[in-house]
């Protein structure tokens, strides 16, 4: 084994010395020879005779040099050497070929490469924590139908009596991730400094330790400062130590204003600390008291677990276990955690599953794939094309005694240079294709937070889409150029009538294949540019236009209790009314579609549901204006007055579509209905009017049974504001800052937005898909479209001899033209037709791809085959009026 | 010439020069075939050339070491020597070899028995 090493090596070696090692040889010979002379004439022979002796028992110097450069090199390496030679020759000498297909390569090679750059960065990137396939997600599973049901967060009940019972992990920490946090300018003295609301977490103390991260700067929090009057303490993530205190390190140990409290910053988290979709900005100690372990608790689901695994430990088992824990719950307390289960993913997983990108990805990669395929059966066709003209070329060098395998190895290697060449021009394009995503890739911070670039990863799978490029670009000529018969190729004198049947047969398969594959993703893409422009298009159940919304989460030090959350929406509304330019004003916890969370519920003398599965209806606290502010018709009963008060009895307003679901279309008014959330009160809400649906999200076309509670009754922390103005609403943002600090100048209010661009905003994502998609079919298209026209081109050229024959026998410029039209669209008809078989299942493909999208289109059916047809029949046009032009005279003397 | 020469067969040229080299210490090309050719009263089909393709091949695998130095008469030559490597390959070689002629007889001996009947 180490002798076969140390051989190849030398022979490795050896190749590099070759000029070297051919001197010394030389020398050798030489002074072989000068030996055997010697002695010759000591024998008594004439000087002549002596040499030719010498050279006869030699036996021949040039074979000895062959026989030397085999045997210590690697033939197969010097070979191929040989052959790259050769084929850059031969594409230096073809110019126009080489371009073409280096450039359509290239193409191919570039969408692949940035598209990868996405999946690179989104999915394979490891999280930035010690081992990371050890670390564990627990989730709880929603038996509602909800987005992401499966990967719900966990109520602090449950992560307590999970934490002591669970025996698979060394330990679980908790999160509660999407909290927000107003940070108050330290030194008072710079007013310009406004009050800024950060993306907070609140965590266990041994949060980072479970991870496995450390502080860049500072320390981690320690066991104990979960406990109240300790959990002032404070860790900042890079991205805000580096910009707003502009990275400075005698920061530590300082003391931060947050929501009105005093903070000390105990440590500063390294840049690459970024798990994904969580991007908070700053991290708390999570301090759970006494009242978030009760019964009511158990309905605020609002925690992530992390967890390292037992040495011992695999996920499966941890699933299984948690699967049993969540089980035990259910039966332990009925009320809240019927129905509700619980699973394990590991944080890789979890993370892209909970980003929900896979499915985007998937489609673009896919697309891209075929844009490849379609490049590379272009490129192929030209080799094939390429290579009937060389054919004499090859017979000779068969003749001549190359190896059927030796000329595969030469074509596949001309292939492997273009598929080289095309890749290093492709990974050039895709330089400035990823800065063009990384730039269209921006809206919101999750995204943006990920950094993108040509890396390892990108590099290694272009090198690897090039080689199979080359392959599947050099096989196809390789393999029929080697079928090559001698015979017949040396006698045609190349006057053959038509080319040969196989080699045409392969040709049109290929451009067949790509029309077909062509066909496949226009009718794919059609379907999603048509499910996003239905959403676009859709009537979103309000008036989004004239409205300015804006964010403010009330603190626990100053906002404590109801009547103090009260007081200050009274006082917020009655500011936000005195604007100029304001006409109503409102607030609510979550804006018109924007996807408000669901609450389960049940209806008072209606048969409880026999199965686990609850009621569930999206959940939306409002004030007063809120339907006329947003717009959303009222079509029976009554909205809410000032009376409907914390003293009043419990009212709610439903949608339509809660009628319709949950009511079966029976009257509505006067149903009485119990919301099943932690703060709500326990007594029986009485159903007062029914509004108009609105969208679930404004991204999709859902609407969901909704209930509307007003806020008097119900006043939730985190609220957002509209304010429908008479005039551009964007002019009213600063008044509406002005408003807000009048009332509270420590609260900040976050994403000032007016609602059409908040929309623009959540659909920020289709926007860019569809772009990015649609440009590839284009591409798809315009490269089937070349190799349609070059293939007929190509066979017409071949056919010219043929062609003046026909003339000559009297067949008229009509019946030439019909008759190579009719090749063409033969192929794009059935390459069109196998296209719409293969896209048949797509709509359902979709659906179970995209939650509330449900794109259906049947025209796209007619209108791609049609389209592809056209393209067919311009792509074959060209070549066929020239070939019905054809001199018979030229025709047949050209040779 | 009555009787024609003998073809070599594969990888006994190898193991001529090795036993060449044992034998009779440093050696240039064209002494090794000289002595092959002695030592074999001429029976051997030997393109003297041929041995240099075996000599780098070796030379590779480390059985011999190559340097140039000067012949009996005074010329520029390359010597080759049997490395430590190149002995215990020899002796390998050696017994194969042994033990396959010994059988190759046997059986060849064996037909000639049966072979009139």
Redesign the interface.
């Known amino acids: 084994m180490i ?1 076969l090493l ?2 190849s090596f ?2 490795l070696r ?1 190749i590099f010395r070759s000029p070297q090692l051919d001197s ?2 030389e ?3 030489a ?2 020879l ?3 002379i ?2 010759n004439i000591q024998h008594g022979m004439p000087v002549g005779e002596a040499r030719r002796q010498a050279l006869i ?5 040039e ?2 040099r062959l ?2 450069r ?3 090199a690697l033939p197969a390496l010097d070979m191929l050497l040989h052959d790259l030679r050769y084929a850059v020759r031969g594409l230096f000498k073809n110019p126009g070929f080489t371009i073409a297909a280096v450039l359509t390569l290239a193409l191919g090679i570039a969408v692949n490469a940035t598209m990868f750059s996405l999946v690179s960065a989104f999915l394979l990137r490891r999280p930035p924590v010690r081992d990371p396939e050890r670390v564990a997600v627990v989730s709880s599973v929603n038996p509602a139908p909800a987005f992401h049901a499966d990967a719900s967060s966990v109520s602090a009940p449950n992560y307590l009596g999970w934490r002591e019972a669970n025996q698979v992990f060394e330990d679980m920490a908790a999160a509660d991730e999407y909290r927000t946090v107003s940070l108050t300018a330290q030194n008072h003295s710079a007013a310009a400094a406004q009050p800024e609301a950060l993306r907070s977490a609140a965590v266990s103390p041994n949060y980072f330790s479970v991870l496995g991260v450390t502080p860049q700067l500072g320390r981690p929090f320690e066991a104990g400062e979960d406990q109240p009057g300790r959990d002032h303490v404070v860790i900042l993530s890079y991205e805000l130590w580096d910009r707003r205190f502009a990275a400075d390190r005698s920061l530590i140990g300082r003391t931060l204003r947050l929501n009105r409290e005093n903070y000390t910053v105990i440590g500063v988290m390294p840049e690459s600390f970024r798990l994904l979709g969580f991007t908070s900005q700053l991290w708390t100690p999570l301090v759970l008291t006494a009242t978030d372990q009760t019964a009511a608790a158990r309905k605020d689901r609002s925690l992530h677990l992390f967890a390292r695994l037992k040495a011992d430990a695999t996920v499966e088992r941890a699933r299984a276990e948690f699967v049993t824990l969540a089980r035990r719950a259910a039966e332990n307390f009925p009320e809240a955690e019927r129905g509700w289960g619980a699973t394990v993913r590991t944080l890789p997983d979890f993370l892209v599953y909970d980003f929900e990108i896979r499915n985007a990805l998937t489609i673009m990669m896919t697309t891209v794939a075929f844009v490849l395929m379609i490049a590379c059966a272009n490129v192929a066709g030209l080799l094939l094309a390429r290579a009937a003209g060389r054919r004499k070329e090859l017979a000779i060098r068969i003749a001549l005694g190359a190896g059927r395998l030796r000329v595969i190895l030469q074509l596949l290697t001309e292939g492997l240079l273009i598929a080289l060449l095309g890749g290093a021009a492709g990974l050039l394009l895709s330089y400035w294709g990823i800065q063009f995503v990384r730039a269209s890739l921006t809206f919101n911070e999750a995204i943006s937070a990920v950094p993108m670039s040509l890396d390892r990863n990108v590099l290694l799978f272009a090198f690897a889409v090039s080689l199979t490029c080359a392959l599947l670009c050099g096989l196809a000529p390789a393999l029929n150029a080697s079928r090559t018969d001698v015979n017949t190729n040396l006698k045609d004198e190349g006057r053959a009538s038509s080319p040969s049947r196989s080699h045409s047969r392969l040709r049109t398969v290929m451009v067949t294949g790509q029309i077909a594959l062509a066909s496949f993703l226009l009718i794919g893409t059609g379907l999603l540019f048509r499910g996003i422009f239905l959403v676009e298009q859709q009537n979103l159940g309000f008036r989004a236009d004239h409205l300015l919304t804006a964010s403010v989460t009330l603190d626990v030090a100053r906002y404590k209790d109801a009547p103090q959350k009260t007081l200050f929406v009274r006082d917020l509304l009655a500011q936000l009314q005195h604007i100029p330019g304001a006409e109503t004003v409102a607030v609510a916890s979550d804006l018109p579609a924007t996807g408000p969370g669901s609450a389960a519920f049940r209806i008072k003398d209606q048969l409880e549901s026999p199965t686990d599965q609850p009621l569930t209806a999206l959940d939306v606290v409002v004030s007063r204006d809120y339907f006329q502010t947003a717009g959303i018709p009222l079509l029976r009963g009554r909205t809410f007055t000032e009376n409907d008060n914390a003293t009043a009895p419990s009212v709610a307003v439903v949608n339509q579509e809660f009628v319709h679901r949950h009511l079966r279309d029976q009257d509505p008014l006067g149903k009485q209905i119990r919301l099943d959330v932690s703060d709500a009160k326990s007594n029986w809400t009485e159903i007062v009017g029914v509004v108009s649906n609105v969208k679930t999200h404004s991204e999709d076309a859902r609407e969901d049974p909704e209930i509307y509670e007003p806020f008097l009754q119900r006043p939730v922390p985190s609220l957002f504001l509209m304010v429908r103005a008479s005039s551009d609403p964007d002019s009213l943002a600063s008044a509406l800052r002005g408003a807000v600090a009048q009332v509270d100048t420590e609260l900040p209010l976050a994403s000032v937005m007016a609602m059409p661009a908040l929309i623009e905003r959540q659909k920020g994502g289709d926007t860019f898909f569809v772009r990015v998609l649609g440009s590839f079919a284009l591409l798809a298209l315009v490269l089937a479209a070349i190799g349609i026209y070059g293939l007929v081109a190509y066979s017409v050229g071949q056919r010219t001899h043929e062609i003046g024959i026909r003339i000559a026998l009297g067949a008229r410029n009509p019946d030439v033209l019909r008759m190579v039209l009719r090749e063409g669209l033969k192929m794009a008809a059935i390459g069109a037709a196998v296209g719409l078989a293969l896209a048949l299942p797509l709509p359902k493909v979709f659906d179970s791809m995209f939650y509330g999208f449900h794109p259906r289109e049947p025209r796209l059916y007619f209108i791609v085959p049609a389209a592809m047809l056209a393209v067919a029949i311009l792509a074959t046009y060209i070549p066929a009026r020239r070939a019905s032009t054809v001199d018979p005279m030229i025709a047949l003397r050209n040779n | 010439m009555a009787e024609s020469k003998l073809d070599l067969l594969q990888g006994t040229l190898d193991l001529m020069v090795l036993q060449t080299l044992a034998t009779m210490g440093s050696l240039h090309g064209y002494g090794i075939a000289r002595r092959i050719e002695q030592v074999s009263g001429d029976h051997i089909l030997l393109n003297q050339g041929t041995i240099y393709a075996s000599l780098v091949r070796m030379q590779q695998r480390g059985w011999i070491s190559a340097d140039w130095g000067i012949s009996s008469n005074n010329r520029k030559a390359k010597f080759y020597s049997i490395t430590k490597k190149g002995r215990k390959h020899l002796s390998d070689d050696t017994a194969y070899w042994q033990r396959l002629s010994g059988v190759m007889g046997r059986v060849l001996a064996m037909q000639d028995e049966g072979g009139d009947q």
């Open positions: 002798d140390r051989q030398e022979r050896s010394d040889l020398a050798e010979l002074s072989h000068e030996l055997a010697e002695e028992r030699f036996g021949g110097t074979q000895t026989l030397h085999e045997a210590r």
